[in-house]
């Protein structure tokens, strides 16, 4: 069976602020999901939030890109933003940046991640699992990092030495800056591990759209990599990335990919998505309520039986005490940086602030601006 995970994402609105769903925008995105689920479009559904954006991980066999699969999304979206419209919430609607988008709706507002492959549960893959990482109040290119560590350097993957991915992972690098379309680069690590370290360090132009096994030419990586202020000229909230990892065999084992992320590295994000903050790792449906608006990201993991459901629970990743002491000291990093408010690195570079707010108050400014008239006084005759 040709097997399509998709995993689509969008904040449509919150409850007391931009928090997490309410509970029953939550039950509606459900709702509509069962009944796909019941009517055959999909074989198997799962929905999560992290902070105020919801996650629908989807199972069929339509492909990537499906027009039904995608409507079904965009629709079920809809119905989640008239309930929050109805209770008051706040951003109702926010990612749904399009007005009826027709067919696939990658580019339309939502986060939108996919990758297919044939399901037999033999040969190089005897067994399917895979993970899910979903952030919320981050640039689109937060996974550049882990990713690279987990795919390209063994220091973090020792997987890497064994002979099923010793020839390495072929990474498809995007610019997210070109808005004539997905413009892609592929590089292959280890031996362009350089070039590709050369993009990826900058998370907010450059991220990975997706990465395969050179070995297997199997796909093991797909990412949302879009920047939502090239969508609508405008800030609308911040990007907030997806991606789709599987694992284990052939692939990096779950502690392998997750591992960089005890780094807590820092990302653009954070409130009014204008600050350089630490990502903190954090268990599924975490409303966003700590101090300064962090960047978090969640991580589920499944498994899918041979009819492509997913076996009968789920496992999250970051839920476990050993993230404590990660998020203490995310929490640690971010009051160091905060400690010097809108000065120098703790904020993203003006560039970066161009389609917010902060823009409109500095162009103001600018207009103000004059030459200082340093002539010297015309000697005295
Ligand atoms: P198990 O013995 O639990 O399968 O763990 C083995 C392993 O390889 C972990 O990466
Ligand atoms: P959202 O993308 O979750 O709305 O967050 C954006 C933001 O501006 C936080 O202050
Ligand atoms: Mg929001
Ligand atoms: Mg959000
Ligand atoms: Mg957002
Ligand atoms: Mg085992």
């Known amino acids: 069976m040709r097997l399509t995970l998709s995993v689509i994402k969008a904040d449509v609105g919150s409850v007391g602020g931009h928090t997490k769903p309410s509970s029953r925008m939550m039950a509606t995105v459900e709702g509509e999901v069962a009944k796909a689920i019941c009517n055959g479009l999909l074989i198997d559904g799962f929905i999560c939030h992290t902070g105020d954006d919801i996650a629908i991980i989807m199972t069929h066999t339509r492909g990537e890109g499906s027009s039904e699969v995608h409507q079904l999304a965009w629709k079920t979206f809809l119905a989640a933003t008239s309930v929050a419209k109805t209770s008051g919430l706040y951003g109702a609607g926010q990612d749904l940046l399009a007005d009826a988008p027709s067919g696939n709706i990658r580019g339309a507002g939502p986060g939108v991640a996919e990758l297919s492959f044939d399901h037999s549960l033999s040969g190089v893959r005897p067994a399917e699992s895979f993970m899910v990482f979903a952030a919320d109040k981050c640039g689109p290119g937060a996974y550049n990092l882990p990713l690279y560590l987990a795919f390209a350097d063994p220091m973090y993957c020792a997987g890497l030495m064994l002979p099923p991915m010793i020839k390495g992972f072929r990474f498809h690098v995007i610019d997210m800056d070109n808005t004539a379309g997905d413009s892609l680069l592929e590089l292959d690590a280890p031996a362009d591990s350089y070039h590709i370290a050369a993009l990826l360090r900058d998370n907010e132009r450059f991220g990975i759209d997706r990465i395969i096994s050179r070995t297997h030419g199997e796909v093991v990586v797909a990412v949302s990599a879009q920047r939502l202020h090239a969508i609508a000229g405008k800030y609308t909230g911040k990007d907030d990335p ?92 971010a009051i160091e940086m905060r400690s010097q408010g809108w000065s120098g690195a703790a904020m993203l570079p003006y560039s970066e602030l161009e389609y917010g707010g902060f823009r409109d108050t500095v162009s103001g400014l600018l207009k103000r601006f004059r030459l200082r008239d340093d002539r010297k006084p015309e000697a005295a005759e």
């Open 242 to 333: 997806v991606a789709i990892v599987r694992n284990q065999g052939i692939f990096p084992a779950p502690e392998e990919i997750i591992s960089p992320f005890a780094k807590a590295h820092f990302v653009g994000g954070d409130a009014r998505g204008s600050h350089v903050m630490p990502l903190m790792p954090v268990p599924l449906n975490t409303p966003v309520t700590g101090m300064y608006c962090l960047p978090i990201v969640s991580c589920v993991g499944f498994s899918i039986d041979s009819e492509g459901r997913f076996a009968e629970s789920y496992t999250d990743f970051f839920d476990n005490p050993a993230w404590d002491e990660v998020r203490r000291r995310a929490q640690r990093k």
